[in-house]
């Protein structure tokens, strides 16, 4: 139990253009889901808490225009990554909680390792 | 003083050794600790969830808290080479909806 899935696994796009990742429970309810950012030997990074059926809460530095977070149903929430330059380049995770139970941990995807060329 | 402190390792042990791996926290007011594995390129993965002082037994994990110490503990038995990875502790305060981890634990099981 307890599943989430992430999807893309892996983009190589050009410069400028906008990648959408998706992160989905497929066999839970997620009220909150969360979007962390991953440098290579370095841990998870919170970027934004995402509620269902309400704006996103951003973490301190990440901008809220570059970083789209759409949670329209309880079941999937939706990472876009506008007008991604070089810098953007790293591994997305997305994690995603039951709803219902504030205090039950989170569950992870397996993350979108995104190239920008 | 950072939040959670973990040392990063590498941590290298042969096949069958015990493993610890540990954490340290500023803030009393955490009260629930977690435990994930996360190997190369993929997600985390959650291993053990407590929120009690003591200790929590799953197999060959054993997750240990000391609240007053502010100190946990994940202990691998009988360690395997598929146990290579890293370890990440996270913790939560009652109110929050955040996770803090630490920086995780890189383990080499060596068969």
């Known amino acids: 139990g307890a599943v989430v899935s992430q999807h893309p696994s892996w983009v190589i796009c050009k410069s400028g253009t906008s990648v959408k990742i998706e992160c989905r429970s497929l066999?839970?309810?997620?009220?909150?889901m969360f979007w962390y950012r991953q440098f290579p030997k370095q841990s998870l990074m919170l970027m934004a808490t995402?509620?269902?059926?309400?704006?996103?809460?951003?973490e301190q530095g990440v901008e809220k225009d570059k970083f789209l977070i759409n949670h329209a149903s309880l079941t999937l929430s939706t990472l876009t990554v506008t007008s991604a330059h070089p810098e953007d380049s790293s591994f997305y995770i997305c994690?995603?909680?039951?709803?219902?139970?504030?205090?039950?941990?989170?569950?992870f995807g397996d993350g979108t390792r995104l190239s920008i060329l | 003083q950072k939040e959670v402190e973990q040392d990063p390792g590498p941590l290298s042990v042969p096949e069958g050794a015990i493993v610890s791996l540990n954490c340290t926290y500023s803030?009393?007011?955490?009260?629930?600790f977690m435990w994930y594995r996360q190997y190369s390129r993929k997600g985390p993965e959650l291993l053990m969830y407590?929120?009690?002082?003591g200790n929590k037994e799953d197999g060959r994990f054993t997750a240990q808290v000391d609240k007053s110490s502010k100190y946990i503990s994940l202990f691998i038995r009988d360690s395997q080479p598929s146990d290579s990875a890293t370890y990440l502790c996270?913790?939560?305060?009652?109110?929050?909806?955040?996770?803090?981890f630490g920086k995780g634990t890189t383990l080499s099981v060596s068969s």
């Open positions: 994690s995603a909680r039951m709803s219902g139970r504030g205090n039950q941990p989170q569950h």
């Open positions: 066999d839970f309810q997620a009220t909150t």
């Open positions: 995402s509620n269902e059926g309400s704006k996103a809460t951003y």
């Open positions: 803030n009393s007011a955490f009260q629930y």
């Open positions: 407590t929120y009690s002082s």
């Open positions: 996270a913790i939560k305060n009652q109110a929050g909806t955040a996770l803090i």
